[in-house]
């Protein structure tokens, strides 16, 4: 116990001391394994959904995925996700604009008739790692 308590002091003091901290994230209810996560940090409101400012891909192999973010600048981050299930690289969606692949934002907020806005999916971080579980949403048939 002494020494996980070693551990986390000097995780948190590593942090301090370098102005930087860690983001992880866990997606869940990802419909397939098939095709790619796309995660999305935005650190500007005028660039949410338009300019990422740190991205990362990873393999839908199950019905979880973790991704982690290391060395992030403490601040705030918008979180935008699609499952792009065909790795077309874009969020596929009907006639209509509903999505037919799979998405979720930070803090699993939601829009009405369309994406919610930064201030509802973006989190702060400072020195402390943060950690967040998004549920992946289906609307349209993929």
Same mark, same amino acid.
């Given at each position: 116990?002494?020494?996980?308590?070693?551990?986390?002091?000097?995780?948190?003091?590593?942090?301090?001391?370098?102005?930087?901290?860690?983001?992880?994230?866990?997606?869940?209810?990802?419909?397939?394994?098939?095709?790619?996560?796309?995660?999305?940090?935005? +650190?500007?409101?005028?660039? #949410?959904?338009?300019?990422? &400012?740190?991205?990362?891909?990873? /393999?839908?192999?199950?019905?979880? $995925? !973790?991704?982690?973010?290391?060395?992030?600048?403490?601040?705030?981050?918008?979180?935008?996700?699609?499952?792009?299930?065909?790795?077309?690289?874009?969020?596929?969606?009907?006639?209509?604009?509903?999505?037919?692949?799979?998405?979720?934002?930070?803090? +699993?907020?939601?829009?009405? #008739?369309?994406?919610?806005? &930064?201030?509802?999916?973006?989190? /702060?971080?400072?020195?402390?790692? $943060? !950690?967040?579980?998004?549920?992946?949403?289906?609307?349209?048939?993929?």
């Amino acid at each position: 116990m002494k020494k996980l308590i070693t551990l986390c002091l000097f995780i948190l003091f590593s942090a301090l001391a370098f102005g930087q901290t860690s983001l992880t994230i866990t997606v869940k209810n990802i419909r397939e394994p098939k095709g790619t996560i796309r995660v999305g940090l935005y +650190n500007k409101e005028e660039d #949410f959904l338009k300019k990422i &400012y740190q991205g990362k891909l990873v /393999k839908a192999v199950g019905t979880e $995925v !973790t991704v982690v973010f290391d060395s992030l600048p403490p601040g705030e981050y918008g979180i935008s996700i699609v499952h792009d299930e065909n790795e077309n690289e874009v969020l596929d969606a009907n006639k209509f604009g509903i999505p037919k692949e799979g998405y979720c934002f930070g803090n +699993n907020a939601l829009g009405k #008739f369309g994406p919610p806005s &930064y201030d509802k999916v973006k989190i /702060k971080l400072d020195a402390v790692p $943060v !950690t967040q579980t998004l549920t992946m949403k289906y609307l349209g048939q993929g």
